[in-house]
């Protein structure tokens, strides 16, 4: 069987050259003025008496283990470096000696605000290679449940980037407060659903497990309207007050030639102006079938990306509640229910690529199946592709320049999750 | 004033000590009311299990600093460190020695009282400047650094907006001034407009001195872990604690008895409750700007402190002297 991708990106073509005084001239990270993230310090100002600072692993502002090591001149940063690998747990290593259907929960841990979409992509793959397409009351259902994923994502995120200006015993701590509460809504109905708050094990190859309950769908446009009310009041209390603002406005400002050139896709992306989501430009699920809007902002700092998740979380309940007035009736899996572990078998070096949009962007599974048939039911290799560990490599680039207090709210706009990032 | 001694050494040691103590106590019932109204504001009970109410929380929670083992890091230098917890409880508790909580109760009515307070107040860069150095810590240096610049500056404008009940009376004494505004003619409300602005003003700038948000640049738990009290443990973590609280509630006292009065309501009477009414009041507004806005930049606090607050300040006092010679 051929290579199997489940879609082709359109190509991306990036102005490699820019005109300067009339003459063309290939773009390099000189000349756009970014930031060298390699600057030897020795370059420097000898003058300056820089401080070393470890960020991390263990800091409340960091967003789980991440650790940046910051060269502060007073408090303007320098030079920063991200460190990664403190959650590290062998996950891609783990998924080469489990079968198909037993990597659905262990994924589930990776990006663990919102396990729905480790699910879909590591499931799709498989279906890619297997050559299978879930029915489509199961399409249906993926995508209303990544939309909501995606909202309760959002969710935390925007709370967190209020914790990281407000901190956690003040203003902050109340925005996080108020997303929580409407996040609760979210995970009650996916309790109701999978009877599971946080890690669901609800996609499997070739569909979904758990078929929506009756009732469900008008609990779950209940709640999506009130979410909608309520992210008003999270753009009153966060992007349009005035210390939110001259807090973020201004900082962090990623060109979008960089974020691409970095990897960075989903929010970070679409703040920076590039109008690209997987959702719209390679429709997997059921997003073929709905019109996607897509919000963006043209700033690109740190305000730009917060302001396009709250945009995000009323345009995905938009999509949640229209998907809702049409799922189809019929099966929920293309197979059968799966009674051993290994009834599931790939072979013959088949490998497939399949892609989500999920809330922090492009996550990718890429599958290469086993060439021997007697241990067809594991993969030989499995690589996540993480769209927080492209957003972290961003972190040289934007940090330089701002001050500490700055560098949390990057982090923060970033939003990275570490246990996706380190797998 | 209740004069209990002759002796006045014993007369102050003991009115000292009521005063201390019932300020401490009124703090940590102020712990209690700050956790039930972020609780309230945030969709949530707040302390409910210790004690009816949660009425016990403060006590448990002060039990528990207590029985907490008291770390001293081994690169830190070990005098300073423990000194500093107890100077910066000082140097709150100390301004509230001029607070006029009655026309009769008043630890000491110095003919300088305005400025013994606000003497206390900038003191306190000190202490937690010796425990930002003692700690041996990056994190807790930089907080400390932040703290002088900022109390440093924000002392400024405070001294400027106090400036404006003091030219009106014509006196520092606080007992003067409390009666200077008899019958409601409140110093917020009269003059009419810059009354009102050196109030507003007096109490942000008081914010900022006492390292509330969203002036808590500090301790920034969101990016210096805890700033100054990163190092301290116990019952020395809490002293900072404490400290915060007790000078929250003394520049709310001070602002009540300069700009509203003081213990005098006009036609409604005057005594003790209403000052303490006017001092939780102002403190329940501290509370409630902590727990809506979110944490100002060091650079943009300096930013506002000198480019708006000090000129703010000047003009008002100049304004304030002119009205003064004029009406």
Same mark, same amino acid.
């Given at each position: /069987?051929?290579?199997?991708?489940?879609?082709?990106?359109?190509?991306?073509?990036?102005?490699?050259?820019?005109?300067?005084?009339?003459?063309?001239?290939?773009?390099?990270?000189?000349?756009?003025?970014?930031?060298?993230?390699?600057?030897?310090?020795?370059?420097?100002?000898?003058?300056?008496?820089?401080?070393?600072?470890?960020?991390?692993?263990?800091?409340? =502002?960091?967003?789980?283990?991440?650790?940046?090591?910051?060269?502060?001149?007073?408090?303007?940063?320098?030079?920063?470096?991200?460190?990664?690998?403190?959650?590290?747990?062998?996950?891609?290593?783990?998924?080469?000696?489990?079968?198909? !259907?037993?990597?659905?929960?262990?994924?589930?841990?990776?990006?663990?605000?919102?396990?729905?979409?480790?699910?879909?992509?590591?499931?799709?793959?498989?279906?890619?290679?297997?050559?299978?397409?879930?029915?489509?009351?199961?399409?249906?259902?993926? =995508?209303? $449940?990544?939309?909501?994923?995606?909202?309760?994502?959002?969710?935390?995120?925007?709370?967190?980037?209020?914790?990281?200006?407000?901190?956690?015993?003040?203003?902050?701590?109340?925005?996080?407060?108020?997303? /929580?509460?409407?996040?609760? $809504?979210?995970?009650?109905?996916?309790?109701?659903?999978?009877?599971?708050?946080?890690?669901?094990?609800?996609?499997?190859?070739?569909?979904?497990?758990?078929?929506?309950? !009756?009732?469900?769908?008008?609990?779950?446009?209940? !709640?999506?309207?009130?979410?909608?009310?309520? &992210?008003?009041?999270?753009?009153?209390?966060?992007?349009?007050?005035?210390? *939110?603002?001259?807090?973020?406005?201004?900082?962090? !400002?990623?060109?979008?030639?960089?974020?691409?050139?970095?990897?960075?896709?989903?929010?970070?992306?679409?703040?920076?102006?590039?109008?690209?989501?997987?959702?719209?430009?390679?429709?997997?699920?059921?997003?073929?079938?709905?019109?996607?809007?897509?919000?963006?902002?043209?700033?690109?700092?740190?305000?730009?990306?917060?302001?396009?998740?709250?945009?995000?979380?009323?345009?995905?309940?938009?999509?949640?509640?229209?998907?809702?007035?049409?799922?189809?009736?019929?099966?929920?899996?293309? $197979?059968?229910?799966?009674?051993?572990?290994?009834?599931?078998?790939?072979?013959?070096?088949?490998?497939?690529?399949?892609?989500?949009?999920?809330?922090?962007?492009?996550?990718?599974?890429?599958?290469?199946?086993?060439?021997?048939?007697?241990?067809?039911?594991?993969?030989?290799?499995?690589?996540?592709?993480?769209?927080?560990?492209?957003?972290?490599?961003?972190?040289?680039?934007? *940090?330089?320049?701002?001050?500490?207090?700055?560098?949390?709210?990057?982090?923060? &706009?970033?939003?990275?999750?570490?246990?996706?990032?380190?797998? | 004033?209740?004069?209990?001694?002759?002796?006045?050494?014993?007369?102050?040691?003991?009115?000292?000590?009521?005063? &201390?103590?019932?300020?401490?106590?009124?703090?940590?019932?102020?712990?209690?009311?700050?956790?039930?109204?972020?609780?309230?504001?945030?969709?949530?009970?707040?302390?409910?299990?210790?004690?009816?109410?949660?009425?016990?929380?403060?006590?448990?929670?002060?039990?528990?600093?207590?029985?907490?083992?008291?770390?001293?890091?081994?690169?830190?230098?070990?005098?300073?460190?423990?000194?500093?917890?107890?100077?910066?409880?000082?140097?709150?508790?100390?301004?509230?020695?001029?607070?006029?909580? =009655?026309?009769?109760?008043?630890?000491?009515?110095?003919?300088?009282?305005?400025?013994?307070?606000?003497?206390?107040?900038?003191?306190?860069?000190?202490?937690?400047?010796?425990?930002?150095?003692?700690?041996?810590?990056?994190?807790?240096?930089?907080?400390?650094?932040?703290?002088?610049?900022?109390?440093?500056?924000?002392?400024?404008?405070?001294?400027?907006?106090?400036?404006?009940?003091?030219?009106?009376?014509? =006196?520092?004494?606080?007992?003067?001034?409390?009666?200077?505004?008899?019958?409601?003619?409140?110093?917020?409300?009269?003059?009419?407009?810059?009354?009102?602005?050196?109030?507003?003003?007096?109490?942000?700038?008081?914010?900022?001195?006492?390292?509330?948000?969203?002036?808590?640049?500090?301790?920034?738990?969101?990016?210096?872990?805890?700033?100054?009290?990163?190092?301290?443990?116990?019952?020395?973590?809490?002293?900072?604690?404490?400290?915060?609280?007790?000078?929250?509630?003394?520049?709310?006292?001070?602002?009540?008895?300069?700009?509203?009065?003081?213990?005098?309501?006009?036609?409604?009477?005057?005594?003790?409750?209403?000052?303490?009414?006017?001092?939780?009041?102002?403190?329940?507004?501290?509370?409630?700007?902590?727990?809506?806005?979110?944490?100002?930049?060091?650079?943009?606090?300096?930013?506002?402190?000198?480019?708006?607050?000090?000129?703010?300040?000047?003009?008002?006092?100049?304004?304030?002297?002119?009205?003064?010679?004029?009406?």
């Amino acid at each position: /069987m051929a290579v199997t991708l489940s879609h082709s990106l359109p190509v991306q073509t990036l102005p490699r050259t820019m005109q300067v005084g009339g003459v063309t001239v290939p773009v390099d990270l000189v000349t756009t003025g970014w930031p060298d993230p390699q600057m030897r310090l020795e370059d420097y100002d000898p003058e300056a008496d820089l401080m070393t600072i470890n960020m991390g692993p263990q800091h409340p =502002s960091t967003h789980g283990v991440l650790r940046v090591k910051l060269w502060l001149d007073g408090e303007t940063v320098v030079k920063a470096v991200p460190y990664v690998g403190y959650l590290h747990r062998g996950v891609e290593k783990l998924c080469e000696k489990l079968t198909y !259907v037993q990597l659905t929960p262990i994924v589930d841990k990776n990006d663990y605000v919102s396990p729905m979409m480790n699910e879909m992509a590591i499931n799709m793959a498989i279906e890619n290679a297997l050559g299978i397409e879930p029915p489509r009351r199961a399409q249906y259902m993926r =995508s209303i $449940l990544a939309e909501i994923q995606r909202i309760g994502s959002h969710l935390i995120s925007v709370g967190t980037w209020g914790l990281d200006m407000g901190g956690a015993i003040g203003g902050g701590a109340t925005i996080f407060m108020f997303c /929580m509460r409407e996040r609760e $809504l979210l995970l009650d109905l996916f309790e109701e659903l999978t009877g599971c708050r946080f890690h669901y094990n609800t996609h499997t190859v070739g569909g979904q497990r758990h078929d929506l309950p !009756v009732g469900w769908d008008v609990k779950a446009k209940q !709640v999506l309207a009130r979410i909608v009310e309520r &992210s008003y009041e999270y753009e009153q209390f966060l992007v349009e007050n005035p210390i *939110c603002r001259a807090r973020a406005r201004g900082v962090a !400002v990623l060109d979008p030639l960089l974020a691409m050139e970095c990897g960075a896709s989903g929010p970070i992306l679409r703040g920076s102006g590039v109008d690209f989501d997987l959702r719209r430009d390679a429709p997997y699920a059921a997003y073929g079938e709905i019109e996607v809007r897509v919000p963006t902002r043209t700033e690109g700092d740190a305000l730009a990306r917060a302001m396009v998740r709250v945009d995000e979380i009323r345009e995905s309940a938009r999509i949640a509640s229209a998907l809702l007035d049409g799922v189809p009736e019929g099966p929920i899996c293309a $197979l059968k229910p799966v009674k051993l572990p290994g009834a599931v078998k790939l072979m013959e070096g088949e490998t497939a690529y399949a892609a989500v949009e999920g809330p922090r962007g492009e996550l990718g599974t890429y599958l290469v199946a086993q060439t021997d048939r007697k241990v067809g039911q594991h993969p030989y290799r499995l690589k996540i592709r993480s769209p927080s560990l492209h957003a972290l490599s961003l972190l040289p680039y934007l *940090c330089p320049g701002h001050t500490l207090a700055d560098v949390v709210v990057i982090i923060g &706009s970033l939003d990275p999750i570490m246990g996706e990032v380190d797998r | 004033m209740i004069v209990l001694f002759d002796s006045p050494w014993l007369h102050g040691a003991l009115l000292g000590l009521v005063v &201390s103590v019932s300020l401490l106590t009124v703090t940590a019932a102020g712990l209690l009311y700050e956790r039930k109204f972020a609780g309230r504001l945030q969709n949530r009970p707040g302390p409910t299990e210790v004690g009816p109410w949660g009425l016990l929380q403060p006590v448990a929670d002060g039990l528990k600093l207590f029985q907490k083992e008291q770390i001293v890091p081994a690169a830190a230098q070990r005098f300073l460190f423990l000194l500093a917890p107890l100077l910066v409880v000082v140097a709150a508790l100390a301004g509230a020695a001029v607070i006029p909580w =009655s026309a009769e109760l008043m630890v000491a009515d110095l003919h300088m009282g305005v400025l013994w307070a606000l003497a206390m107040a900038s003191l306190m860069p000190l202490p937690v400047w010796i425990a930002g150095w003692s700690s041996n810590n990056k994190y807790a240096l930089l907080g400390a650094m932040r703290t002088v610049a900022q109390g440093i500056s924000y002392e400024v404008p405070l001294l400027l907006t106090a400036l404006v009940p003091i030219i009106l009376t014509g =006196s520092f004494r606080m007992g003067d001034i409390v009666a200077a505004q008899a019958d409601l003619r409140w110093f917020a409300l009269w003059p009419p407009g810059p009354g009102a602005v050196a109030f507003v003003l007096f109490l942000l700038t008081a914010l900022a001195e006492s390292n509330r948000i969203p002036f808590d640049i500090p301790e920034a738990e969101s990016e210096l872990v805890a700033g100054v009290t990163v190092e301290y443990t116990g019952m020395n973590f809490g002293m900072f604690y404490l400290a915060e609280y007790v000078h929250s509630l003394v520049a709310s006292a001070i602002a009540a008895a300069l700009f509203l009065g003081g213990w005098d309501m006009g036609p409604l009477g005057s005594g003790l409750h209403w000052m303490l009414l006017k001092t939780l009041l102002l403190w329940a507004v501290i509370f409630w700007i902590r727990w809506t806005l979110l944490r100002f930049r060091s650079d943009q606090l300096m930013e506002l402190c000198w480019r708006w607050l000090v000129p703010l300040g000047l003009g008002l006092v100049l304004f304030t002297a002119t009205w003064k010679v004029f009406a």
